[in-house]
């Protein structure tokens, strides 16, 4: 049974671009979350998709926005990338809203130059 | 949002108890304490929750005290793949569960 997968696993962009980074939830998962994790700090939470909306977010920018395909993946994009943008990038997947035990991928590496 | 507050760095020896301690006083009655914790290059994993009773599954026991204003994660036999970042985190109830606010956590150091 695959567990949460991330892809790619590292990026490297330069300011002011744009990315997408992707998830697939563990199988049987419906809901998916996000979370940045800078150098040295805990996860903090951007955003969680469930139907395919949109249902909680963190205290991040509109710079940061996503989207959860039929198939319960989710895409995290970032436009006019900061510097400080760079860190690691977690998804978690959960059986719904209410599940008590998310379970979390490996990250995304990025760095912006 | 929630807050707890753990220490920076805990030690433990092999094979030896280890109790971490969180502090949560601004708790609320419908918030649930979790316990994650990060290893080296990895992604966090869930270890054990509860609301107000102790709680124990194969990881580790959670004691939560009477008023819930602090817990404890026990690890009953430390090993050297316990060594991570744990963290204590207050699932807050309603419509903001599954929102999990991560803190800077404890680091937990176990010698061989």
């Known amino acids: 049974d695959a567990g949460v997968t991330q892809s790619p696993t590292h990026l490297i962009k330069t300011r002011g671009q744009q990315v997408t980074l992707r998830c697939s939830p563990k199988s049987g998962h419906d809901t998916v979350s996000w979370y940045q994790q800078a150098l040295g700090q805990g996860p903090q939470f951007i955003f969680q998709y469930y139907e395919e909306e949109e249902r909680q977010r963190g205290n991040f920018p509109d710079r940061f926005s996503g989207h959860q395909f039929p198939n319960y993946s989710s895409e995290l994009n970032v436009n006019a990338l900061l510097l400080g943008d760079s860190a690691l990038y977690l998804c978690?997947?959960?059986?719904?809203?209410?599940?008590?035990?998310?379970?979390f991928g490996p990250g995304t590496r990025l760095t912006v130059t | 949002d929630a807050k707890t507050t753990q220490p920076n760095s805990m030690e433990s020896n092999e094979e030896e108890p280890v109790h971490l301690p969180c502090n949560h006083s601004t708790i609320s009655g419908t918030d649930y304490i979790h316990w994650y914790r990060q290893l080296p290059s990895q992604g966090p994993e869930y270890v054990i929750h509860?609301?107000?009773s102790n709680v124990n599954n194969r990881m580790a026991s959670l004691a939560i005290a009477e008023d819930r204003k602090s817990s404890t994660l026990i690890l009953h036999r430390a090993t050297l793949r316990d060594a991570a970042v744990y963290y204590c985190?207050?699932?807050?109830?309603?419509?903001?569960?599954?929102?999990?606010?991560f803190g800077q956590g404890t680091i937990l150091t176990v010698h061989p």
């Open positions: 985190i207050l699932n807050v109830g309603g419509t903001s569960y599954g929102k999990l606010t």
């Open positions: 509860g609301l107000t």
């Open positions: 978690a997947s959960s059986q719904g809203l209410t599940n008590y035990e998310q379970y």
